[in-house]
């Protein structure tokens, strides 16, 4: 559905030119809800702009739900929908006039874009907010709508750009059982950015992780968290912490094993593997455990791992 190599572009600055987009390679498959996850400036939207037409690329091609965006960016344009950052309503309107307009700007005529509207705004349970003005919702409805907008040309594919920025929690988990609605009743391609590891996490089958314009890791959420030296092991034990350490050390695919009074430490590829294996060989010895507690890596340790950095903004210890 996507198909990118060499994507690149580079602004003019007071300052000399900036690269935001160095070379960027990338593929999605139809039916993939793909997340783009970077820290703040990290190339996200100029891509994103890039993939949607708004923006010329510098260099590099591209084929987006398949047409060639540079030769045939009309095509794309009529094949895919995006949904900005910051949305482009117009506030004095109601909801359904909004969405109606939307739908004749995209061609269809006055009865097709209110059928349309109908089916929309219940899909996104905007259906009792059909006459309120668009001043007075909610942020979480604003994104709702800002989404059926996106929505209305029945795009193949559909990009989204930050979309739970600003949204409180609840807001936020009803807008990711939307988006995988999208994917999973209407079999829509969803690429969207974002810069929070949990939407990443909970929302996405597959991450594009992205710093400084560079594609620097990519996977499922769950393939990228094992990539990173395995999951991390600590039990506490009533006695005989040393012998413990020696047992797990001596178990197949443990590592940095290290022994700190009670506490012995180690790294395991999968705790939910090994954990039984290193339970029996404890019991084996007569050794007692008081706690024992398994930690998965976090995508932030993903993003660490390969940049040296939190995605947050702090220096890795
Ligand atoms: N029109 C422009 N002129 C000059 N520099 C720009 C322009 N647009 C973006 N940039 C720079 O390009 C880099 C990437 O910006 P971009 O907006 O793509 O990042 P982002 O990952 O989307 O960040 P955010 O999460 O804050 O939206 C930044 O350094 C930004 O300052």
């Given at each position: 559905?996507?198909?990118?190599?060499?994507?690149?572009?580079?602004?003019?600055?007071?300052?000399?030119?900036?690269?935001?987009?160095?070379?960027?390679?990338?593929?999605?498959?139809?039916?993939?809800?793909?997340?783009?996850?970077?820290?703040?400036?990290?190339?996200?939207?100029?891509?994103?702009?890039?993939?949607?037409?708004?923006?010329?690329?510098?260099?590099?091609?591209?084929?987006?739900?398949?047409?060639?965006?540079?030769?045939?960016?009309?095509?794309?344009?009529?094949?895919?929908?995006?949904?900005?950052?910051?949305?482009?309503?117009?506030?004095?309107?109601?909801?359904?006039?909004?969405?109606?307009?939307?739908?004749?700007?995209y061609g269809l005529d006055r009865a097709k874009a209110r059928s349309r509207c109908s089916e929309?705004?219940?899909?996104?349970?905007?259906?009792?907010?059909?006459?309120?003005?668009?001043?007075?919702?909610?942020?979480?409805?604003?994104?709702?709508?800002?989404?059926?907008?996106?929505?209305?040309?029945?795009?193949?594919?559909?990009?989204?750009?930050?979309?739970?920025?600003?949204?409180?929690?609840?807001?936020?988990?009803?807008?990711?059982?939307?988006?995988?609605?999208?994917?999973?009743?209407?079999?829509?391609?969803?690429?969207?950015?974002?810069?929070?590891?949990?939407?990443?996490?909970?929302?996405?089958?597959?991450?594009?992780?992205?710093?400084?314009?560079?594609?620097?890791?990519?996977?499922?959420?769950?393939?990228?968290?094992?990539?990173?030296?395995?999951?991390?092991?600590?039990?506490?034990?009533?006695?005989?912490?040393?012998?413990a350490g020696q047992v797990a050390d001596g178990i197949d695919g443990t590592s940095d094993v290290?022994?700190?009074?009670?506490?012995?430490?180690?790294?395991?590829?999968?705790?939910?593997?090994?954990?039984?294996?290193?339970?029996?060989?404890?019991?084996?010895?007569?050794?007692?455990?008081?706690?024992?507690?398994?930690?998965?890596?976090?995508?932030?340790?993903?993003?660490?791992?390969?940049?040296?950095?939190?995605?947050?903004?702090?220096?890795?210890?």
């Open positions: 559905m996507i198909r990118v190599r060499g994507l690149t572009r580079r602004f003019a600055g007071k300052h000399g030119s900036v690269e935001a987009v160095r070379g960027v390679d990338l593929d999605v498959a139809a039916g993939e809800l793909v997340g783009f996850l970077g820290p703040n400036g990290a190339g996200k939207t100029t891509t994103l702009r890039m993939l949607t037409t708004l923006l010329r690329p510098t260099s590099g091609q591209a084929r987006v739900a398949g047409r060639d965006l540079l030769t045939d960016p009309d095509g794309v344009r009529r094949r895919i929908g995006y949904v900005a950052q910051s949305g482009t309503l117009a506030f004095d309107y109601p909801v359904r006039e909004e969405l109606e307009m939307q739908g004749r700007f929309l705004l219940a899909e996104l349970d905007l259906g009792e907010l059909r006459d309120r003005q668009v001043a007075t919702l909610s942020g979480g409805q604003r994104r709702r709508l800002d989404i059926a907008m996106g929505l209305v040309h029945s795009p193949e594919l559909l990009f989204l750009d930050e979309p739970t920025t600003g949204l409180d929690p609840t807001s936020r988990a009803a807008l990711w059982d939307r988006i995988r609605g999208l994917r999973d009743e209407r079999g829509m391609t969803v690429f969207l950015s974002t810069h929070y590891l949990d939407e990443a996490d909970a929302l996405c089958d597959r991450l594009l992780v992205i710093d400084n314009g560079v594609i620097v890791a990519s996977g499922s959420p769950d393939e990228l968290k094992r990539s990173v030296s395995g999951d991390a092991v600590t039990m506490t034990v009533h006695s005989g912490a040393s012998a290290a022994v700190d009074g009670d506490v012995v430490r180690l790294r395991v590829r999968r705790g939910d593997e090994a954990l039984p294996v290193l339970l029996n060989a404890l019991r084996d010895k007569d050794i007692e455990l008081a706690s024992v507690t398994v930690k998965r890596p976090t995508l932030d340790d993903v993003f660490q791992s390969v940049t040296g950095r939190s995605l947050h903004g702090e220096v890795a210890a």
